[in-house]
């Protein structure tokens, strides 16, 4: 089964809750990729037409909303994903014939997944998203960061300060952060890595699969609108550069497998913490 685009026909396919467990009429809740010709594929759920959580950008091997769940190499390759001029489509290749692997939307807004153990014949669930509060979408604002583990949930990105800072009451973190020094676009301007996180929104993002990360960075340094990059690419050896335009939406902190973001400060804000990458970049660079 392909859940994607196809460009030629617009069709879209995507994963629908059922109104209730007993009626399978459509309901409220839909998986649906983010199929736009030229934007980097990450996946939301929606509740009609608004975006309840998003299962994040594609890294090579998953998506990276689901940084605890394992495809089982024995019975599947790696879960791929499919595009070209004609399509775009998620699709996972099973080495077994025995595996019956079940991907569902619930009507309570729950995207799980579940396998059929067989000698028992019992479904078991193996991920269930969204899994905390975290997962709400853009649930700290603009730059800000979600930590489920501190005892303030939503938290400010280094080199920026809360909008409302006499006010930290949940209901104004939607507003987000601002930089605490503003940037001018000069010379001295360099990015810091922040580390285990989940990659912002997409959708003001820019995409080149070829570039590597050296030349991803001097590529931002060099457009004053470019406000952060990252290799999505977690597979081995595995190159590409994601350049964001704008503000940096639904970041968290993850505990398990999160990737690296570096965000365009001020110098002053770098505090000797300014990453450096050799310029000669390698074959991965065109």
């Known amino acids: 089964m392909k859940v994607g685009k196809n460009f030629i026909t617009g069709r879209e ?3 629908t809750s059922w109104t209730s467990a007993d009626d399978s009429s459509p309901g409220n809740y839909t998986l649906r990729w983010s199929m736009v010709r030229g934007n980097y594929q990450q996946v939301y759920l929606w509740k009609n037409s608004v975006i309840e959580t998003r299962l994040g950008p594609y890294n090579g091997i998953g998506f990276v909303g689901q940084p605890g769940y394992k495809y089982n190499p024995v019975y599947t390759s790696n879960a791929d994903m499919i595009v070209n001029e004609n399509e775009m489509y998620f699709a996972l290749t099973f080495k077994s014939p025995s595996l019956l692997l079940r991907l569902i939307v619930t009507p309570g807004g729950k995207y799980e997944i579940w396998h059929l153990v067989m000698h ?3 479904w078991t669930q193996d991920f269930s ?3 905390d509060t975290c997962d709400s979408y853009g649930l700290c604002g603009p730059y800000g960061s979600c930590n489920i583990v501190t005892f303030s949930t939503c938290g400010c990105l280094k080199g920026f300060e809360p ?9 104004n973190w939607s507003s987000g952060c601002r930089r605490t020094k503003s940037l001018d676009c000069a010379p001295e301007e360099g990015f810091l890595k922040f580390s285990s996180m989940k990659l912002p929104d997409t959708q003001n993002a820019v995409f080149n699969a070829k570039m590597c990360l050296q030349k991803c960075e001097i590529t931002c340094k060099g457009n ?3 406000t952060a990059f990252a290799n999505p690419n977690m597979t081995a050896g595995g190159v590409g550069c994601l350049l964001w335009f704008g503000d940096l939406i639904d970041v968290r902190v993850y505990q398990l497998n999160g990737q690296d973001l570096y965000v365009r400060l001020a110098a002053s804000e770098l505090l000797g913490k300014l990453i450096h990458h050799n310029n000669e970049c390698p074959s991965c660079y065109y």
């Open 13 to 15: 396919m995507c994963l």
């Open 120 to 122: 028992n014949q019992e």
């Open 129 to 131: 998203f969204p899994s």
């Open 163 to 171: 909008n409302y800072p006499q006010d930290l009451s949940p209901s």
């Open 224 to 226: 004053c609108s470019c």
